[in-house]
């Protein structure tokens, strides 16, 4: 059976196509626009140009998926247009355009999806945290022994924490500094969080990934797993590191740093030590969830 999933972002727009068959789960193809829907966001609406972006990516991405005779076909979207105060104005003016329906995941979804994959694909420490950053939000998810137990989402993500606070391409020592304030608010705001002592972080999405490129650059330590001294090197990267940057992690250049602060204020606040990049995603979560449970 051949599953084709396109990830409506704030930050980008990605078909990926799967092949399920005996049990197992194979990537067939991975094609990433980097629409960057939320910077179209005007006093919190999306507006026409916004749509008139997500169409055209939407349009050739769904052309692509139509050459591989797909079995089962989806389009999803999280907080890119769940956050926006015209939220089904936009997807039903897309979905008209597309004539394809669009299917918007709640925060709990999201965080919930995103925990099913890293479940399923990495040997979990008994206690710890996952999160996914995307451009409009980031998902933080408690887990003991392999078990969900609390879960938030929190409509801060890399490219939208980006607008608000830098001037230029990466942010100065001054703009990282209310960054860092702007963070330590989020996380001192959320209940369950509080006085949490958990030493273990391991992130899903692009902005973790990111982590590990830039670690490889940078060469600061040999691990698959990276500490915390290097989270937070690389979330003080500056204009002057923009050159290593544009090396490690190009199309993150805008919304490497922004994500950084985010884990590293994050690892601060709960005492972490250690953060694991996992290659799961929302993607394959939703997909065993929505696709292979229910189907």
Same mark, same amino acid.
């Given at each position: 059976?051949?599953?084709?999933?396109?990830?409506?972002?704030?930050?980008?727009?990605?078909?990926?196509?799967?092949?399920?068959?005996?049990?197992?789960?194979?990537?067939?193809?991975?094609?990433?626009?980097?629409?960057?829907?939320?910077?179209?966001?005007?006093?919190?609406?999306?507006?026409?140009?916004?749509?008139?972006?997500?169409?055209?990516?939407?349009?050739?991405?769904?052309?692509?998926?139509?050459?591989?005779?797909?079995?089962?076909?989806?389009?999803?979207?999280?907080?890119?247009?769940?956050?926006?105060?015209?939220?089904?104005?936009?997807?039903?003016?897309?979905?008209?355009?597309?004539?394809?329906?669009?299917?918007?995941?709640?925060? +709990?979804?999201?965080?919930?999806?995103?925990?099913?994959?890293?479940?399923?694909?990495?040997?979990?420490?008994?206690?710890?945290?996952?999160?996914?950053?995307?451009?409009?939000?980031?998902?933080?998810?408690?887990?003991?022994?392999?078990?969900?137990?609390?879960?938030?989402?929190?409509?801060?993500?890399?490219?939208?924490?980006?607008?608000?606070?830098?001037?230029?391409?990466?942010?100065?020592?001054?703009?990282?500094?209310?960054?860092?304030?702007?963070?330590?608010?989020?996380?001192?705001?959320?209940?369950?969080?509080?006085?949490?002592?958990?030493?273990?972080?391991?992130?899903?999405?692009?902005?973790?990934?990111?982590?590990?490129?830039?670690?490889?650059?940078?060469?600061?330590?040999?691990?698959?797993?990276?500490?915390?001294?290097?989270?937070?090197?690389?979330?003080?990267?500056?204009?002057? +590191?923009?050159?290593?940057?544009?090396?490690?992690?190009?199309?993150?250049?805008?919304?490497?740093?922004?994500?950084?602060?985010?884990?590293?204020?994050?690892?601060?606040?709960? +005492?972490?030590?250690?953060?694991?990049?996992?290659?799961?995603?929302?993607?394959?979560?939703?997909?065993?969830?929505?696709?292979?449970?229910?189907?």
């Amino acid at each position: 059976m051949n599953i084709g999933l396109i990830d409506l972002g704030s930050n980008s727009i990605r078909l990926v196509i799967y092949h399920y068959g005996d049990g197992q789960l194979t990537k067939l193809f991975n094609l990433k626009h980097a629409a960057k829907s939320i910077l179209y966001v005007k006093d919190n609406k999306m507006s026409i140009e916004g749509v008139e972006v997500i169409v055209s990516s939407l349009k050739e991405l769904i052309f692509v998926a139509k050459t591989y005779h797909l079995d089962y076909f989806r389009i999803f979207a999280t907080a890119s247009l769940r956050n926006i105060d015209n939220s089904k104005e936009t997807i039903a003016a897309i979905e008209s355009s597309i004539h394809h329906p669009i299917e918007l995941l709640s925060d +709990h979804e999201e965080s919930s999806y995103g925990f099913e994959a890293v479940v399923k694909a990495e040997s979990l420490p008994k206690e710890g945290l996952s999160i996914d950053i995307g451009g409009g939000s980031m998902e933080i998810t408690y887990f003991v022994e392999g078990k969900l137990i609390h879960t938030t989402s929190v409509p801060v993500g890399s490219l939208n924490f980006y607008q608000q606070y830098v001037s230029n391409v990466l942010p100065n020592d001054a703009e990282q500094n209310l960054m860092r304030a702007h963070a330590r608010t989020i996380f001192s705001n959320i209940v369950w969080l509080e006085n949490k002592m958990i030493d273990h972080i391991i992130g899903i999405g692009g902005t973790s990934r990111a982590m590990v490129k830039m670690n490889k650059v940078l060469d600061f330590e040999k691990n698959i797993s990276l500490s915390y001294n290097t989270i937070s090197k690389i979330s003080r990267l500056n204009p002057a +590191h923009a050159q290593d940057i544009i090396k490690g992690a190009p199309d993150r250049l805008i919304t490497l740093v922004p994500g950084a602060i985010l884990i590293d204020e994050l690892m601060q606040y709960v +005492h972490a030590t250690t953060f694991t990049a996992s290659k799961a995603s929302l993607r394959e979560g939703y997909l065993y969830h929505k696709v292979l449970q229910e189907g």
